[in-house]
């Protein structure tokens, strides 16, 4: 019963995006300037792995993408990943298609390639990170993977954002992978992010039918500009 309250909750969210969209109401452009990165810092605390949160530290622009993270793709591990955005905009909408690749270091060495999607219309947001990423040393107990992270929002004016969120997590088939190593995950729930001037806080809550399961993560941002 709670999945089918969650998945109405997601209609009528996407259903009223789309029809403020069809309004008057356009997307503002974005003056993303060569000579300036749009930069986000981010720490997040995750009841997965309490004792090791993770960051993502981002700089874009419409021409160059890079990306660190840490403890993301695996435990005491950094991750430096680099792009080049695909950016199409129009006055009703705006979409961002940017191939990554990376390289992990740390307790892991591993490789990634994936692709970021963005998407936004008035009152609406689209974010989809897939990705692959082949473990390179002690792969018996480290392993490859396929991660997905997929956001539907709705989004007053980036200062606020609320909607749902799905996690896919999958290890790729290893005939040496250790049985404990091996995991196959999906994940849904919903977010909330809020901002004021340059902060940002977020709330992830996953899986919130389902004591056993249940899990959230709790982060806060900073945004600015460099001028290169």
């Not at 986000?40 to 890079?66: H, Q």
């Not at 005491?76 to 792009?83: C, I, Q």
């Amino acid at each position: 019963m709670t999945k089918k309250l969650l998945l109405v909750c997601i209609v009528i969210v996407s259903f009223y995006s789309f029809g403020r969209a069809l309004g008057e109401n356009k997307i503002k452009p974005q003056k993303k300037e060569r000579d300036t990165l749009f930069t986000d810092l981010s720490v997040f605390y995750n009841s997965y792995a309490p004792k090791n949160p993770f960051s993502l530290f981002t700089f874009e622009n419409n021409n160059r993408f890079f990306q660190i993270r840490s403890n993301y793709e695996y435990l005491n591990s950094l991750t430096l990943f680099v792009g080049s955005p695909l950016v199409k905009q129009k006055n009703t909408y705006r979409l961002g298609i940017t191939p990554i690749i990376g390289f992990t270091l740390g307790e892991a060495t591993a490789a990634s390639t994936g692709v970021i999607i963005l998407y936004n219309i008035p009152y609406f947001e689209i974010y989809n990170n897939s990705q692959i990423t082949h473990s390179l040393i002690n792969t018996t107990v480290i392993p490859s993977f396929y991660f997905q992270w997929l956001e539907l929002l709705y989004n007053h004016k980036n200062i606020f954002k609320a909607g749902y969120v799905c996690r896919i997590y999958q290890t790729l088939l290893n005939a040496n992978l250790q049985p404990s190593s091996r995991a196959s995950v999906i994940d849904n729930g919903f977010l909330i992010t809020s901002g004021w001037k340059n902060f940002y806080a977020s709330g992830y809550l996953l899986n919130f039918w389902d004591t056993k399961q249940i899990g959230f993560f709790i982060g806060i941002s900073y945004r600015f500009q460099i001028r290169i």
